[in-house]
């Protein structure tokens, strides 16, 4: 009779003793089904030159919104997405979904960003393919991000999809360049049209360590230079970070000084060739 007692007291610590573990569970069914009800949406954000001000690209953010959770961030989801599997057919999701809307941005890229996952399961070559014939978006305006842990598991696998997505005519960024492992002979093994230096680098720009961060950028700017990458300073909030990047060298910028990221961003519509804007 104890014993039977016990395990009933042991079945309701584990059941009542749960609230987060059923909120968990709730969190990750509702996002399981996300996909089939529509709750994701992308947000875009523009990538803006240093020095002319111009658009040159957007990057596509991923939204959820449960009408039960409300607004969850990207930073609580992805990592369940990863965790679950579920990336892979969301990702795929926003493959197409990024390219049907910047097919419609005259030759402004969209950037794309992807989870070490998507290259271990599922057909990555082929849904980007698919993505890019689906929406007719030029391969040269799909840019996709990826981050240095991703070389962790499996190399030589990863560095054969991305060779295939270079014949394809795909670009790859390095995203949050900077911060994770970062093996410098990397660089020589993965194509890579470009760096995202890291926002926690501008960040240091504006308190005590200055220094230190402007020699790091400097360092950055100066390997990207010498092997031909672009650099893409992200989370710039104040001119001031706008003035400093550029002179540091620093081609290209995103953040909220430009503009947050926006479902309804599009870029300035072209002005037709030839015609000239009356003054
Ligand atoms: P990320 O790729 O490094 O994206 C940049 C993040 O910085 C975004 O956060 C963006 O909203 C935020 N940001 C932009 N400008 C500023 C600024 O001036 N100040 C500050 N404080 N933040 C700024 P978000 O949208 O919350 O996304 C977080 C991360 O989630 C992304 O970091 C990316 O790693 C991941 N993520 C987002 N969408 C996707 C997706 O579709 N697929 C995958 N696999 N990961 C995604
Ligand atoms: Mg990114
Ligand atoms: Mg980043
Ligand atoms: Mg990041």
């Not at 939204?63 to 579920?86: D, K, M």
């Not at 849904?127 to 305006?141: D, I, K, M, N």
């Not at 989370?235 to 060298?249: N, S």
């Amino acid at each position: 009779l104890d014993d039977a007692r016990e395990q009933g007291h042991a079945l309701a610590r584990y059941q009542g003793g749960g609230e987060e573990r059923q909120a968990t569970l709730h969190f990750e069914a509702a996002l399981a089904d996300a996909l089939n009800q529509g709750e994701f949406d992308l947000h875009y954000q523009p990538i803006t030159d240093a020095a002319s001000g111009l658009v040159r690209g957007a990057e596509a953010l991923l939204r959820w919104h449960n009408p039960e959770l409300g607004f969850r961030s990207p930073a609580e989801f992805i990592p369940v997405l990863e965790r679950t599997g579920l990336i892979v057919p969301v990702g795929a999701w926003v493959l197409h979904e990024a390219c049907r809307r910047a097919s419609t941005w005259g030759g402004v890229p969209v950037a794309v960003n992807l989870s070490a996952r998507q290259f271990q399961q599922g057909d990555l070559l082929g849904t980007v393919r698919s993505a890019l014939q689906g929406s007719g978006l030029p391969p040269e305006c799909l840019k996709l991000e990826i981050t240095e842990s991703l070389m962790i598991q499996s190399p030589e696998r990863v560095q054969e999809i991305l060779l295939g997505l270079r014949q394809m005519g795909v670009q790859v960024m390095l995203d949050d360049f900077g911060t994770g492992y970062s093996n410098l002979s990397l660089l020589r093994n993965i194509p890579v049209s470009g760096l995202k230096i890291d926002r926690s680098f501008v960040t240091a720009l504006e308190r005590g360590e200055n220094a230190s961060a402007q020699a790091m950028i400097r360092a950055i700017v100066q390997l990207s230079e010498a092997l031909g990458l672009d650099t893409v300073a992200e989370g710039v909030e104040h001119a001031e970070e706008h003035q400093l990047l550029r002179d540091l060298g620093v081609t290209l910028l995103q953040g909220y000084h430009f503009a947050p990221p926006s479902a309804t961003w599009n870029p300035e519509p072209h002005c037709p060739s030839g015609v000239v804007a009356a003054v």
